[in-house]
Every structure is written in structure tokens, then in C-alpha cells.
């Protein structure tokens, strides 16, 4: 049958093709971002009960009430945002689908939507699907005088139109690992107040920043949380990737929306799991320990990497890191990426990968990302194989 794809340019995601390779080739996967150990056993023990106590059927719509409550309590707790459980919070397969339904209801033919690049590899094809133009606006690269990624919000502010309806954020960042500061809220702020845009802000690693810092959620600011849709995941927070459980809050007229798509997209979200992660989410312990666990990690990577050829970047949030290799090789970082898998044994994601155009020498800076979410033998033995390159 002949057709015209609606997604000509869309392949296979990254990580699933670097995960495969890895599989392939019996490497140590620091490519794809999900831990390498299990979650909790309470949680599981949790889950094991909801089951067995009968909540095995359809889940209200917008997602288990408790559940709505846990985060609305969490989220007024941590960054001083009251969002109204019954009306405000919606529970979505994964943020993956909390980012689409949020596209999806707001962004219409011919509207603009700001990405920043480098940029997690959902948001484009789903701005595409609906009709709508990605407007890209990169980030500064690293220099010697401030050797971080950073967002330049002139240039955000720049790109704005008549025709802009939304502006997409992540941070604490993928690929990059850099959090907002409270200057950068600063700045968001007064682009809102000017602009009136809508936010669409993916904070799956919310939990995850170090070094005593505190995510700058959009939420903290009253007239952000007023045009912002917040994305969060539980994957990442509960070490249950494949759970595929995650959330958004908004206000009351974006919810409703959001909900039109979302219970047309799943309807709902598996019963056992939520009602589990309600009673999980009592215990503030397991997601405020969390920046302390990974920093050890990371810092375990950090460490390892500086006896190597590898310069690792510094990581604020996140679980990931990048290092530079030019003092291995020069080639692009796809084949690069390849190699390291195939050759030495250590699955990685090549950063060209988070930019439109991969293979362009722009999008080419010898970088390569490291998923530090691994048991601490894991992380040992891949620096072991690292150092020997
Ligand atoms: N946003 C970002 C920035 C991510 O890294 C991921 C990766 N998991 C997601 C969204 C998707 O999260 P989920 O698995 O909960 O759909
Ligand atoms: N977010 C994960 C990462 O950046 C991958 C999720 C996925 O495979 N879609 O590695």
C-alpha cells in the first residue's frame, strides 16, 4: 500500500538502538537512562497488595484520588504551589505521555513552539504530528571562562512571535545535567509577564540534583505555575522505568484539556501501581534521599573518569554525565558511541543525538553521555575498562 509518512524524518529512538547494541555486543549499558537495580521492596511489596486487595479494575480517568493527593501535598511541600488533587493533577503513562497530551491540546497547525537545543527526542516529532513548527533556540556551549551549558533567555525571548504558543523546558537537564537557577526563574518570569506564553516544563529529575542545590521548579513562582504545565515521571524517582507512570500538573482549564486528550489517549493508568505509589509517597525518605545516592554515584563516575582519557563535564542534576573523548579519537560521535560499544565494551548515547541535525558538524563536539543510575560494581567495572582505552 502506498502512503505518505506523516514522520518521514523519525527512525528508531537512540537509546533503543543503543540499547540493542549493547545487548548485542554483552556491554555495560551506561547509554539508555534507567538503573540497573530494583525499586524499593516495600514499593513492590506495596504493588503486590493493591493487587491482591482488588485494584485490578479501571482507576478513575484523571488517575487514584490518594495518588492526586500524595502529589499535590508533595509538590505544595517542596516548592509552595497548591494544586487542587481533584482538578489540577493528572496521572499519564509515563511523562512521555503527559508531554504529548500537553502538545497535543494546546498546539495547533502552523503554531510555534520553542525547543531548546540540545533537546530530550519526543518533543519534535509531537510538535510535528499536531502541524506545528519547532522553532529551535540552542543553548551557549561550554568555554573555558564558563565551561557549563546555559540558556541564553534573550535569544528565547527573541524567538517569540505572534504565531509562538508554547516554549518547551527541561531541567534538571537530559542531556546536559544543568539545573535553573533562581536567576534563571528570574528571567522566565519576565518573559511570561511580557509574552503571556505557555510553559510546558518536563521535570523528570526533579529529585535528582546535587551539591546542596534545589530544583528550580516552575512551580515555585506563582505566575509561572499559572502558565505552566509540569511534567514529572515516577520512573525516575522510584528506579521504575518500565513502570511507565507518571504525571502533570495545571491549572484547572489547562487540566481539562489535558484530560480530553489523555482519556481518548489511555483512558487511564494501571490501578495497582498507583494506589501502591499513594502509600509509597507517605514516606518523604524515598525521594529525599535520593540527591545524596546519586551523587555518589555520580561522583564515583567523576572520579573514575579522571584517571582516563575521558573529561568528563560536570553534572548538577540529572543522572547523567557527558565526557569529551577528543583524546581518544576524532571521529563523530555516533561512530564514536559505536565503537565504545562494540570495541570496549560500554553502551553509550552519542550527545549529536539530542540536536536536529545529528550528523552536522555542529551538532559534533566529541561528547558522549553516561548513565550513572548503575549499581556501584557496575559503574567499577566500566571505569576499569574505560581507564585501559
Ligand atoms: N523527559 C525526559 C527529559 C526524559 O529523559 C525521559 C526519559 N525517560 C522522559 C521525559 C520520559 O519519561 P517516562 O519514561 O516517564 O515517560
Ligand atoms: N529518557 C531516557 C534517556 O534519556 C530514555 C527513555 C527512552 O528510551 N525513551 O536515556
Redesign the pocket.
Given at each position: 500500500m502506498k502512503f505518505e509518512s506523516k514522520l518521514p524524518n523519525v527512525g528508531t529512538t537512540i537509546f533503543t538502538i543503543m540499547s540493542q547494541l549493547a545487548t548485542d555486543h554483552k556491554a555495560i549499558n551506561l547509554g539508555q537512562?534507567f538503573p540497573d537495580f530494583s525499586p524499593d521492596d516495600v514499593l513492590l511489596d506495596l504493588v503486590t497488595k493493591a493487587m491482591k486487595d482488588g485494584h485490578n479494575q479501571y482507576p478513575p480517568m484523571a488517575g487514584v484520588p490518594a495518588l492526586r493527593q500524595q502529589i499535590s501535598l508533595k509538590v505544595q511541600e517542596l516548592y509552595g504551589h497548591k494544586y487542587d488533587p481533584n482538578t489540577e493533577i493528572t496521572v499519564t503513562s509515563?511523562?512521555?505521555?503527559a508531554?504529548m497530551a500537553g502538545i497535543l491540546a494546546f498546539v495547533k497547525t502552523g503554531d510555534e513552539v520553542i525547543v531548546i537545543e540540545p533537546f530530550?527526542d519526543?518533543y519534535i516529532p509531537v510538535i510535528e504530528l499536531v502541524g506545528g513548527k519547532p522553532v529551535i533556540v540552542p543553548m551557549q556551549a561550554p568555554t573555558s571562562e564558563t565551561p557549563r551549558y546555559q540558556v541564553d533567555w534573550q535569544r528565547i525571548r527573541d524567538a517569540i512571535t505572534a504565531k509562538t504558543r508554547m516554549l518547551i523546558l527541561?531541567f534538571p537537564h537530559?542531556p546536559t545535567g544543568i539545573n535553573l537557577t533562581e536567576e534563571d526563574l528570574d528571567s522566565l518570569e519576565s518573559i511570561v509577564q511580557d509574552t503571556g506564553i505557555l510553559l510546558l516544563s518536563?521535570e523528570?529529575?526533579e529529585h535528582l540534583v546535587y551539591d546542596g542545590q534545589a530544583h528550580q521548579s516552575v512551580a515555585r513562582r506563582p505566575l509561572l505555575a499559572d502558565h505552566s504545565i509540569v511534567?514529572s515521571?515516577f520512573?525516575?524517582t522510584y528506579s521504575a522505568?518500565g513502570w511507565?507512570?507518571?504525571y502533570c500538573c495545571a491549572p484547572a482549564a489547562i487540566s481539562a484539556e489535558i484530560r480530553k486528550v489523555h482519556q481518548f489517549n489511555v483512558f487511564t493508568v494501571n490501578s495497582p501501581m498507583q494506589v501502591a505509589l499513594a502509600s509509597y509517597m507517605e514516606n518523604k525518605d524515598a525521594y529525599l534521599r535520593l540527591p545524596a545516592f546519586y551523587q555518589q554515584k555520580r561522583d564515583r563516575l567523576l572520579n573514575g573518569l579522571a584517571k582516563s582519557k575521558f573529561i568528563p563535564m560536570h553534572s548538577e542534576g540529572t543522572f547523567f554525565l557527558m565526557a569529551d573523548y577528543s583524546q581518544i579519537s576524532s571521529l563523530p560521535e555516533a561512530e564514536f558511541s559505536r565503537w565504545l560499544t562494540t570495541e570496549k565494551g560500554i553502551g553509550v548515547i552519542p550527545v549529536s543525538a539530542f540536536y536536529k541535525q545529528p550528523d552536522a558538524p555542529e551538532s559534533n563536539h566529541n561528547l558522549i553521555r553516561f548513565c550513572f543510575a548503575k549499581r556501584d560494581e557496575t559503574l567499577d567495572t566500566a571505569i576499569e575498562k574505560l581507564a585501559a582505552i
Open positions: 537512562g509515563g511523562a512521555s505521555e508531554l530530550y519526543l527541561n537530559n518536563d523528570v529529575y511534567v515521571s520512573g525516575k522505568t511507565k507512570i507518571g
